[in-house]
């Protein structure tokens, strides 16, 4: 910024001090400092606000808002960031100028305040922060002229070995003070051995050449603290020294070691388990492949995820989720041993935490892809020992996916996007196992993107339609229900079954919006179904585990009976066994909202999932939907089935609630269901999944002949073919 250096320098200076407010207004304008005051952090804000200040004199201990939270609103303000703010803390407040840093302070300053050479700080300040925002091309020269500031002078007069220093260079190089060292060996004292000779010589060459010279040394002080101090030499050519010394400076740098450990530490290293993070790992095995191709050799990336993981965070809190990713990590570097050939590309890293719950392993040197496993199978061994987080015994498991170099890929990106792709392949076919990776994943997984990539298309354009399957009633022979079930013919895929494209719709959530517009449609063609003296036919959607948890499925499913106007008792809503129990208070909570609209549910694919009946007598349900996994085996007489099938039908009644049974194939099915008092089948036998037009075909055909003659046995439509030769997959969504 460009100002006239006729106009004083505006200071705000925010203290709840009076005196010191005073003290302020009475001596630094006489320094040519114009002084604004504020007495707590709040009116600090809006005097900086109003008053645009060169600089911010900030007391740390203010009422209400400290000097800490001011200081971030501030830099937080417009032109905030540029303008210098000097924290005014205690002598010996060392948290205190910590945490003034880390609030974004420029500098501080100790009470008791010396105000004149506060005002000469000030100005310097000013004029640095002036430069800084004139000249920010020259950032880089004036963080250099700042680093230099507070050196040490020395001087060195390689002919008679003599040495001239400050105070300040005898300081810094661990000299008592007042200590006049006598030659150059007298000042390197303290300059570890090894690196004394290294320094020593190249002076000498220095001295002999001239030139400049700029080196790093650590030193060990009498009280065995080791510091790093760096020496800056320019020493022009012999014949160009009037006095033949070469002089220099030194400074203490450990603080700037130290800081640039950490910021490394924060940037390769994760903070929770102290493991390399995925940058680091990316480095380490961009080497390690470099080096695998150049001899010949194998290796192996082991992408590692914990199974179940989301449990522990959502039942036991993060802390116990963080507790057993450190325990996991320990886990694994006890069982990931040196025999192994892990961590050769650097020394004592063997292994990366990537984040959340997942880990990756490294293994070099490998005679053949295979012994991977070895180490895979150990890892799932020590993982799956049980722990101990608040209080509770907890087992888990973990999935291992295997990409090897380099048959699986030459390249960072390939080889954990393979591993990874074979991990997630593990998770699919039941966890708490390893996998190598092969090509027909990598198939797999683009044609899931693929199918997403579309999925998203289709309910942008439309692409779905609906089809119904008929319930018919077994005592009157007569349709009584359709079962709205999803079909998709994509321009791009074809004809994509259900099987295959709801679980990538529910993957991706995109099954919210889908779910939606079947509600719509469904109970739109359920009110076109609806003629005067016509028995009414309900329609029965399914609700997916996704719906069921949203919080506005209550209102998206009164806000279609108002719109569609469908009578709510010709609504039936399904839900499976499984999605039904995962929170069963919850769900109870929303059925029963749902239950106030007057519709009905039923419980879908019943006997695969928990198999209890207990259960249904918490849950306002009106009917059970009988697996057609348990109708197979009907005609056969299985013992099995035939029990299960009676036992439901019987415990069902008892308690009220109609049975239906699924997958109805066959005339033996459909005799044994009626004896056994089934309310209802649906079936391949009764109709096919079928578009609408046909289903209001059906309705008019339909006539109780019809059903005689299918429930006498002597029907001839032929199981795996269905009314009007209607085909479809199978029973989804």
């Given at each position: 910024m460009n100002r006239d250096e006729t106009i004083p320098n505006t200071v705000l200076m925010v203290d709840d001090d009076p005196t010191v407010r005073l003290l302020a207004q009475g001596v630094l304008p006489g320094q040519g400092l114009m002084v604004e005051v504020a007495a707590d952090g709040e009116r600090g804000v809006v005097e900086f606000e109003r008053l645009r200040p060169d600089i911010v004199l900030l007391d740390v201990d203010l009422p209400g808002m400290d000097?800490?939270?001011?200081?971030?609103?501030?830099?937080?303000?417009?032109?905030?960031?540029?303008?210098?703010?000097?924290?005014?803390?205690?002598?010996?407040?060392?948290?205190?100028?910590?945490?003034?840093?880390?609030?974004?302070?420029?500098?501080?300053?100790?009470?008791?305040?010396?105000?004149?050479?506060?005002?000469?700080?000030?100005?310097?300040?000013?004029?640095?922060?002036?430069?800084?925002?004139?000249?920010?091309?020259?950032?880089?020269?004036?963080?250099?002229?700042?680093?230099?500031?507070?050196?040490?002078?020395w001087s060195w007069d390689p002919l008679s070995d003599a040495v001239d220093c400050s105070a300040e260079a005898c300081v810094v190089l661990g000299l008592e003070a007042g200590t006049d060292p006598a030659n150059l060996n007298e000042l390197l004292s303290h300059v570890l051995p090894e690196q004394g000779e290294e320094l020593r010589r190249a002076l000498r060459r220095t001295a002999e050449e001239g030139g400049a010279l700029d080196l790093e040394c650590r030193l060990k002080a009498p009280t065995g603290k080791r510091r790093i101090v760096q020496f800056r030499v320019e020493a022009r050519a012999p014949g160009e020294r009037p006095d033949g010394s070469v002089t220099g400076t030194v400074q203490d740098v450990t603080k700037r070691h130290q800081a640039e450990a950490k910021i490394r530490r924060l940037a390769y290293y994760d903070t929770?388990?102290?493991?390399?993070?995925?940058?680091?790992?990316?480095?380490?095995?961009?080497?390690?492949?470099?080096?695998?191709?150049?001899?010949?050799?194998?290796?192996?990336?082991?992408?590692?995820?914990?199974?179940?993981?989301?449990?522990?965070?959502?039942?036991?809190?993060?802390?116990?989720?963080?507790?057993?990713?450190?325990?996991?990590?320990?886990?694994?570097?006890?069982?990931?041993?040196?025999?192994?050939a892990v961590g050769r590309v650097a020394s004592g890293v063997e292994l990366a935490r990537l984040g959340g719950d997942e880990f990756t392993v490294l293994i070099t040197?490998?005679?053949?892809?295979?012994?991977?496993?070895?180490?895979?199978?150990?890892?799932?061994?020590?993982?799956?020992?049980?722990?101990?987080?608040?209080?509770?015994?907890?087992?888990m498991t973990a999935s291992i996916g295997i990409a090897t170099f380099p048959?699986?890929?030459?390249?960072?990106?390939?080889?954990?996007?393979?591993?990874?792709?074979?991990?997630?392949?593990?998770?699919?076919?039941?966890?708490?196992?390893?996998?190598?990776?092969?090509?027909?994943?990598?198939?797999?997984?683009?044609y899931r993107l693929t199918l997403e990539t579309e999925l998203r298309k289709a309910v942008e354009n439309d692409e779905f339609e609906v089809h119904f399957q008929p319930l018919v009633d077994v005592r009157g022979g007569r349709?009584?229900?359709?079962?709205?079930?999803?079909?998709?013919?994509?321009?791009?895929?074809?004809?994509?079954?259900?099987?295959?494209?709801?679980?990538?719709?529910?993957?991706?959530?995109?099954?919210?919006?889908?779910?939606?517009?079947?509600?719509?449609?469904?109970?739109?063609?359920?009110?076109a179904w609806q003629r005067p003296g016509a028995a009414p036919v309900r329609v029965c959607v399914n609700l997916s585990s996704l719906q069921l948890e949203s919080p506005d499925l209550v209102e998206r499913v009164r806000d279609t009976l108002q719109e569609t106007g469908l009578d709510p008792s010709l609504l039936e809503l399904e839900i499976t066994e499984t999605t039904m129990m995962r929170d069963v208070e919850h769900n109870i909570g929303t059925l029963l909202e749902l239950r106030k609209l007057g519709i009905t549910f039923s419980v879908d694919d019943f006997g695969t999932g928990y198999s209890s009946l207990s259960y249904l007598k918490r849950l306002p349900i009106d009917t059970v939907k009988?697996?057609?996994?348990?109708?197979?085996?009907?005609?056969?007489?299985q013992e099995d089935d035939t029990a299960i099938v009676s036992a439901i039908i019987a415990l069902g009644h008892s308690m009220g609630l109609h049975i239906v049974a699924e997958g109805v194939e066959t005339v033996g099915q459909l005799e044994f269901l009626a004896r056994a008092g089934c309310d209802r089948v649906q079936g391949y036998?009764?109709?096919?999944?079928?578009?609408?037009?046909?289903?209001?075909?059906?309705?008019?055909?339909?006539?109780?002949?019809?059903?005689?003659?299918?429930?006498?046995?002597?029907?001839?439509?032929?199981?795996?073919?269905g009314a009007h030769g209607v085909d479809a997959g199978p029973t989804a969504f």
């Open positions: 000097g800490f939270e001011t200081c971030r609103r501030i830099r937080a303000l417009p032109g905030g960031a540029d303008v210098p703010v000097v924290m005014i803390t205690g002598m010996d407040d060392f948290e205190s100028i910590e945490r003034a840093y880390e609030a974004g302070a420029t500098d501080f300053s100790s009470k008791p305040i010396n105000w004149t050479l506060l005002a000469h700080r000030i100005r310097y300040i000013i004029r640095s922060s002036t430069i800084l925002c004139q000249l920010k091309q020259s950032q880089a020269r004036l963080a250099q002229a700042q680093r230099i500031a507070r050196l040490g002078y929770l388990t102290g493991l390399p993070n995925r940058a680091l790992f990316n480095e380490l095995l961009g080497r390690a492949i470099h080096a695998a191709r150049r001899h010949g050799r194998h290796l192996s990336v082991l992408c590692i995820d914990l199974d179940n993981f989301k449990r522990i965070n959502d039942g036991l809190g993060h802390s116990a989720g963080d507790a057993l990713v450190k325990t996991v990590a320990k886990r694994l570097k006890e069982s990931v041993r040196r025999a192994d040197d490998l005679d053949k892809p295979e012994d991977a496993g070895r180490v895979a199978r150990r890892i799932l061994g020590e993982v799956s020992r049980p722990l101990t987080l608040e209080g509770r015994e907890v087992s048959g699986d890929g030459d390249s960072v990106e390939e080889l954990l996007k393979n591993a990874d792709t074979a991990m997630y392949h593990v998770k699919k076919r039941g966890k708490n196992a390893y996998q190598f990776y092969s090509e027909t994943m990598n198939a797999k997984a683009l349709v009584v229900a359709a079962e709205a079930l999803l079909r998709w013919h994509s321009p791009t895929l074809g004809q994509v079954s259900p099987a295959e494209f709801i679980p990538a719709a529910e993957e991706s959530s995109l099954i919210l919006p889908i779910g939606h517009w079947v509600l719509r449609a469904a109970c739109t063609q359920a009110l009988i697996d057609r996994s348990f109708v197979r085996g009907l005609e056969q007489q036998l009764l109709g096919r999944p079928m578009p609408a037009s046909a289903f209001t075909a059906l309705l008019q055909e339909w006539r109780p002949a019809r059903w005689a003659h299918l429930s006498s046995g002597t029907a001839d439509t032929p199981a795996g073919r």
